[in-house]
């Protein structure tokens, strides 16, 4: 037996761990504690043996011989050279007749999947080609983590300062299931005396641990946000002196129309208190006694006009939800709301992290503003214990966004209605993609190439999706195994497991000497059948497309030479050093100080001018979500910890009770609400929404409030019958309403309803 110190590719986590190999077979994988990942694995690492076994492996590239919509593909075993050419061939001609935007791609997530060891290689192809329309999942998880946050503060939220934090704030994410290397920190922290406060409407994770759990209803986070900072804000528990030198919160916003009084000379104001008048605002970082409360009146060219410091309209703001109110639409206590703002402001300093439970709401981009104001009121931001950024090892991007010519990238769909969401970063919504492929608006696509994606178990209107992909002229899709969205490609191409292929991974994100690691994952077995890695087939894609000076002549080492270039490594010394290599890299706190934030202001934005521009609030504005007679009850949704989203359902053991009846996905009620509806535990259930319908198990769950329904996401699993995405597919119930500002789509706090249903 061999065992190869290495890491588990498939999620954020990155676990430390070490492989079993015997006789050329992968049999095991074990915790590594000397890695700074790898104090602990979860299931789906531990399916690996099985998963590189499985018998509906796809081993061979497949062309499809039946029409679309047939109950069977037809599939027919071809070559690569016939799967290969016959894609880019496709690719080709859509381009050369429509244009390279006439080809959408599709990469599923690196977060959550194995999918980052080649994603940097689907863009770039992507972006040689010329198509501006990548469909990724940044408005579907990510988007106020690591885009919205630049509205405020000029960039993303960084990574709590775990061993120096007082308090956490840990907002719709749940680690122990979601990553492994996170959830060790915080129970590490916990154990030192940290205080930690989750906001989840589940008691999942550490919310049962926690020093408070605020059990919010789905949709209203934005409202806790506001109410806690009403809070601090009645108590005085925020850092002045921090927000005058490094926000924009004294600047002076008129009354007239809600723009900043400039002056002359274009400068933006702020009330000089000692002197009485507007002045323009010093730079960055300087103190002077400005105002942040008030009503004045400013001279200008055309008379005086009144003004309030931004500062002021978000206080006005935060109490438009004082205790009694927030608890009315949050479904929390007061005593809990009042109790967790306590802590915040008796156990500084403060961090904060969330993740996909705030981001698939239908105001996503101002909910993370309301929650990063929240945050700058605290003074933590890049502080010792705070959010901070710990220093990355530098490697060399090449993902290609500069070979998309500016021209291309402003084809982008749906860049037009949101400038400021992803679209501008060239990473469009599958809600865009559909329009164009079905409606042919704002112009047709008629290619796709996906690696990985499971659209319609994973986002919103999977009929609309399954209507597109079979309206395209070409569709070619790499995986793993069949699924929903492949079954109508018209090539199919199979794709090495992680453990067949090799991976790269260069800073472990929890904490500086995770970040310092660089570590090279190479291949453990044998590929089996004809599978390549995605990254192979981009090169391969790359050269028939006429492509290969943008992919180094076909040579992936050449490529990985030049990446790893800026740290000083070379492919042979990681590969000599399979435990990975640390650089002598050092956290450096405060940054803003000499830098500024990188904001048009060089401050943090308290008053956001980039959304006011394209119509949007400048202050976080929350509406309550809907729900009446016919959807009484509000949805929101987990992932199955052993599964990668929609993938490795091969690797699931079926619980005790459904062996008998076929696997459905699990929905969790109240009792007293399943009580009223005649549904016991195990019954066969329909979840309505306005939107469409999907069938589960009900289990009871007596910490849920009983206005709360959660179920399980990414299912896909056929019912005899019934069409293979409605039938027990949470993303059924999800229309196709969207975040305003960045397409996120409206997977939890919909209204809905629940009956009993004939097995």
Same mark, same amino acid.
């Not at 590929?527 to 087939?537: F, L, M, P, V, Y």
């Not at 929350?622 to 599964?643: I, S, V, W, Y």
């Not at 910490?703 to 019958?721: E, M, V």
């Given at each position: 037996?061999?065992?190869?110190?290495?890491?588990?590719?498939?999620?954020?986590?990155?676990?430390?761990?070490?492989y079993?190999?015997?006789?050329?077979?992968?049999?095991?994988?074990?915790?590594?504690?000397?890695?700074p990942?790898g104090k602990?694995?979860?299931?789906?690492?531990?399916?690996?043996p099985?998963l590189?076994?499985?018998?509906?492996?796809?081993?061979?590239?497949?062309?499809?011989?039946?029409?679309?919509g047939?109950?069977?593909?037809?599939?027919?075993r071809?070559?690569?050279?016939?799967?290969?050419?016959?894609?880019?061939?496709?690719?080709?001609?859509i381009?050369?007749?429509s244009?390279?935007?006439?080809?959408?791609?599709?990469?599923?997530?690196?977060?959550?999947?194995?999918?980052?060891?080649?994603?940097?290689?689907?863009?770039?192809?992507?972006?040689?080609?010329?198509?501006?329309?990548?469909v990724?999942?940044?408005?579907?998880?990510?988007?106020?983590?690591d885009?919205?946050?630049?509205?405020?503060f000029?960039?993303?939220?960084?990574?709590?300062?775990?061993?120096?934090?007082?308090?956490?704030?840990?907002?719709?994410?749940?680690?122990?299931?979601?990553?492994?290397a996170?959830?060790?920190?915080?129970?590490?922290?916990?154990?030192?005396?940290?205080?930690?406060?989750v906001?989840?409407?589940?008691?999942?994770?550490?919310?049962?641990?926690a020093?408070?759990?605020?059990?919010?209803?789905p949709?209203?986070?934005?409202?806790?946000?506001?109410?806690?900072?009403?809070?601090?804000?009645?108590?005085?528990?925020?850092?002045?002196?921090?927000?005058?030198?490094?926000?924009?919160?004294?600047?002076?916003?008129?009354?007239?129309?809600?723009?900043?009084?400039?002056?002359?000379?274009?400068?933006?104001m702020?009330w000089?208190?000692?002197?009485?008048?507007?002045?323009?605002?010093?730079?960055?970082?300087?103190?002077?006694?400005?105002?942040?409360?008030g009503?004045?009146?400013?001279?200008t060219?055309?008379?005086?006009?009144?003004c309030?410091?931004?500062?002021?309209?978000?206080?006005?703001?935060?109490?438009?939800? /004082?205790? =009694?109110? !927030? $608890?009315e639409?949050? *479904? &929390? @206590? #007061?005593?809990?709301?009042?109790? +967790? %703002?306590?802590?915040?402001?008796?156990?500084?300093?403060?961090?904060?992290?969330g993740?996909?439970?705030?981001?698939?709401?239908?105001e996503?981009?101002?909910?993370?503003?309301?929650?990063?104001?929240?945050?700058?009121?605290?003074?933590?931001y890049?502080?010792?214990?705070?959010?901070?950024?710990?220093?990355?090892?530098?490697l060399?991007?090449?993902?290609?966004?500069?070979?998309? /010519?500016? =021209?291309? !990238? $402003?084809?982008?769909? *749906? &860049? @037009? #209605?949101?400038?400021?969401?992803? +679209? %501008?970063?060239?990473?469009?919504?599958?809600a865009?993609l559909y329009?164009?492929?079905?409606?042919k608006?704002?112009?047709?696509?008629?290619?796709?190439?996906?690696?990985g994606?499971?659209?319609?178990?994973?986002?919103?209107?999977?009929?609309?999706?399954?209507?597109?992909?079979?309206?395209?002229?070409?569709?070619?899709?790499?995986?793993?195994?069949?699924?929903?969205?492949?079954?109508?490609?018209d090539?199919l191409?199979?794709?090495?497991?992680?453990? #067949?292929?090799?991976?790269?991974? +260069?800073?472990?994100?929890?904490?500086?000497?995770?970040?310092?690691?660089?570590?090279?994952?190479?291949?453990?077995?044998?590929?089996?059948?004809?599978?390549?890695?995605?990254?192979?087939i981009?090169?391969?894609?790359?050269?028939?497309?006429?492509?290969?000076?943008?992919?180094?002549?076909?040579?992936?080492?050449?490529?990985?030479?030049?990446?790893?270039?800026?740290?000083g490594?070379?492919?042979?010394?990681?590969?000599?050093?399979?435990?990975g290599?640390?650089?002598?890299?050092?956290?450096?706190?405060?940054?803003?100080?000499?830098?500024?934030?990188?904001?048009?202001?060089?401050?943090?934005?308290?008053?956001?001018?980039?959304?006011?521009?394209?119509g949007?609030?400048?202050?976080?504005?929350?509406?309550?979500?809907?729900?009446?007679?016919?959807?009484?009850?509000?949805?929101?949704?987990?992932?199955?910890?052993?599964?990668?989203?929609?993938?490795?359902?091969?690797?699931?053991?079926?619980?005790?009770?459904?062996?008998?009846?076929?696997r459905?996905?699990?929905?969790?009620?109240?009792p007293?609400?399943a009580e009223?509806l005649?549904?016991?535990?195990?019954?066969?259930?329909?979840?309505?929404?306005?939107?469409?319908?999907?069938?589960?198990?009900?289990?009871?769950?007596?910490?849920?409030?009983?206005?709360?329904?959660?179920?399980?996401?990414?299912?896909?699993?056929?019912?005899?019958?019934?069409?293979?995405?409605?039938?027990?597919?949470?993303?059924?119930?999800?229309?196709?309403?969207?975040?305003?500002?960045s397409?996120?789509?409206?997977?939890?706090?919909?209204?809905?309803?629940?009956?009993?249903?004939?097995?």
């Amino acid at each position: 037996m061999t065992l190869v110190s290495s890491y588990c590719p498939l999620c954020i986590s990155r676990c430390g761990c070490f492989y079993k190999v015997e006789g050329g077979v992968l049999t095991d994988a074990v915790p590594n504690p000397g890695h700074p990942t790898g104090k602990h694995l979860c299931a789906k690492v531990r399916a690996a043996p099985a998963l590189l076994r499985h018998p509906d492996r796809l081993l061979f590239p497949l062309r499809r011989t039946n029409p679309k919509g047939s109950a069977d593909p037809g599939w027919r075993r071809i070559s690569w050279d016939e799967a290969l050419d016959s894609t880019a061939s496709a690719l080709k001609r859509i381009a050369a007749e429509s244009g390279a935007e006439a080809a959408g791609f599709c990469v599923t997530t690196p977060s959550g999947t194995a999918v980052a060891d080649g994603m940097a290689w689907i863009f770039r192809l992507a972006n040689a080609f010329g198509s501006p329309n990548m469909v990724w999942t940044a408005h579907v998880c990510n988007w106020h983590r690591d885009f919205a946050p630049a509205l405020t503060f000029g960039s993303d939220i960084g990574m709590p300062d775990f061993a120096r934090t007082g308090c956490l704030l840990l907002w719709g994410a749940n680690p122990p299931a979601t990553w492994l290397a996170m959830a060790e920190q915080i129970e590490q922290a916990r154990q030192r005396g940290m205080k930690l406060i989750v906001i989840d409407p589940r008691a999942a994770g550490f919310a049962k641990r926690a020093d408070r759990w605020l059990r919010v209803r789905p949709g209203t986070d934005g409202v806790l946000t506001l109410a806690l900072a009403n809070r601090l804000l009645q108590r005085g528990g925020y850092d002045r002196e921090f927000l005058l030198r490094h926000s924009t919160a004294p600047f002076l916003v008129r009354e007239d129309n809600g723009a900043f009084l400039l002056s002359a000379d274009g400068q933006k104001m702020a009330w000089d208190e000692t002197r009485g008048c507007a002045v323009p605002a010093p730079p960055p970082g300087s103190a002077m006694p400005l105002a942040l409360a008030g009503r004045f009146a400013a001279a200008t060219s055309d008379g005086f006009v009144f003004c309030r410091p931004a500062f002021d309209l978000y206080v006005q703001r935060c109490a438009e939800y /004082p205790l =009694a109110r !927030a $608890a009315e639409i949050t *479904g &929390i @206590a #007061e005593a809990a709301i009042a109790g +967790a %703002a306590e802590l915040m402001t008796q156990n500084g300093p403060v961090a904060f992290y969330g993740w996909a439970g705030l981001n698939q709401h239908h105001e996503a981009t101002q909910t993370g503003r309301a929650l990063h104001l929240l945050y700058a009121l605290t003074g933590c931001y890049d502080a010792p214990g705070g959010n901070v950024f710990f220093t990355k090892p530098p490697l060399r991007s090449l993902m290609g966004r500069e070979l998309l /010519p500016p =021209a291309q !990238a $402003a084809k982008a769909l *749906g &860049i @037009a #209605e949101r400038p400021l969401g992803t +679209a %501008a970063k060239g990473w469009i919504s599958e809600a865009d993609l559909y329009r164009a492929i079905v409606d042919k608006k704002p112009y047709p696509v008629r290619g796709l190439l996906s690696f990985g994606s499971n659209l319609l178990a994973t986002r919103a209107e999977p009929q609309r999706g399954m209507e597109a992909l079979r309206a395209l002229e070409f569709y070619a899709h790499a995986d793993f195994f069949p699924s929903a969205m492949s079954r109508d490609a018209d090539i199919l191409f199979p794709v090495a497991m992680p453990w #067949e292929r090799q991976g790269l991974q +260069a800073g472990f994100s929890v904490g500086q000497a995770a970040e310092a690691l660089v570590q090279l994952r190479t291949p453990l077995v044998e590929a089996r059948g004809e599978t390549r890695s995605d990254a192979a087939i981009a090169f391969a894609l790359a050269e028939r497309l006429g492509l290969s000076e943008h992919f180094f002549d076909g040579n992936p080492e050449a490529a990985l030479r030049l990446m790893l270039e800026p740290v000083g490594l070379t492919p042979e010394a990681l590969r000599a050093a399979p435990e990975g290599v640390k650089l002598p890299l050092e956290t450096h706190y405060f940054k803003y100080r000499d830098k500024g934030f990188a904001t048009p202001s060089g401050r943090i934005e308290f008053y956001a001018e980039a959304l006011q521009r394209i119509g949007q609030p400048p202050l976080p504005e929350f509406r309550q979500p809907e729900t009446g007679a016919e959807f009484p009850l509000l949805m929101t949704c987990a992932k199955l910890p052993d599964r990668c989203h929609s993938q490795h359902r091969q690797a699931e053991r079926s619980m005790e009770h459904q062996r008998s009846q076929p696997r459905l996905p699990t929905v969790y009620l109240h009792p007293a609400t399943a009580e009223k509806l005649g549904i016991a535990e195990h019954d066969t259930v329909t979840v309505r929404s306005p939107h469409g319908t999907m069938l589960g198990r009900a289990m009871l769950d007596a910490a849920l409030d009983p206005q709360t329904l959660w179920a399980h996401y990414g299912w896909w699993q056929a019912i005899p019958g019934e069409a293979p995405e409605m039938a027990a597919n949470y993303a059924a119930l999800a229309g196709p309403g969207c975040d305003p500002v960045s397409g996120s789509a409206l997977l939890r706090g919909i209204g809905c309803r629940v009956e009993k249903t004939d097995p």
